[in-house]
């Protein structure tokens, strides 16, 4: 079943049984990126935030091990799923190995899912941790930064799990969400 299939597949949330959403603390606006910021604003995340029958379940594994504010994490010599593998490590842009930290970040991040019974995951793609399309390949702070496709460690360690990822950057994804969520919502999918 592919992410869109999931999507039309999900109830319709109402306000006594909200959908369960699983996001990157810093796509709804918390101060946690590895700068201190939110890293901007994501109207398409931060839209859920008025739904009253979606309850959002904010977390930032980067945060969670390493505080805020930190070296940015990024995937080297794989991806996410290659790291979980003991194939690849995670490093900083100061070359530190820190993927033993990132693995205790996708349990924990694992484990708020399944105590939150999370429906779905929206995710910061890009990150070494949180990616769920695209990640770096290696230290985005490299002479010549490149992306792979893959995911990051946390969003590899959900997926595994069984959980549906999707990007915030995955516009289609989100219109059929808000669809689910919002019955007048109209899907604008030919224009994204």
């Not at 977390?59 to 991806?79: A, I, K, Q, S």
């Not at 990616?131 to 490149?146: C, D, H, K, L, M």
Request: charged share 20%.
């Amino acid at each position: 079943m592919t992410d869109k299939d999931y999507l039309k597949s999900l109830r319709v949330p109402t306000m006594e049984n909200p959908l369960r959403v699983l996001t990157s603390a810093c796509l709804i606006g918390e101060m946690c990126g590895a700068d201190g910021t939110s890293y901007g604003e994501y109207p398409s995340a931060l839209k859920l935030l008025k739904y009253q029958n979606v309850k959002l379940v904010p977390f930032c594994p980067e945060n969670y091990v390493l505080g805020t504010p930190r070296e940015t994490p990024d995937c080297e010599g794989g991806t996410g799923d290659d790291v979980l593998n003991g194939t690849a490590k995670v490093i900083t842009q100061t070359r530190k190995d820190i993927t033993s930290e990132m693995i205790r970040a996708s349990l924990k991040m694992l484990q708020i899912a399944q105590e939150n019974n999370v429906e779905l995951a929206i995710m910061m793609d890009s990150s070494g941790a949180c990616g769920s399309q695209v990640i770096y390949n290696g230290s985005r702070f490299s002479e010549n930064p490149s992306y792979q496709i893959g995911m990051g460690v946390c969003a590899a360690q959900l997926n595994r799990n069984g959980f549906k990822i999707i990007s915030q950057r995955d516009y289609e994804s989100l219109e059929i969400l808000y669809s689910k969520i919002d019955h007048l919502h109209c899907l604008n999918i030919g224009r994204v």
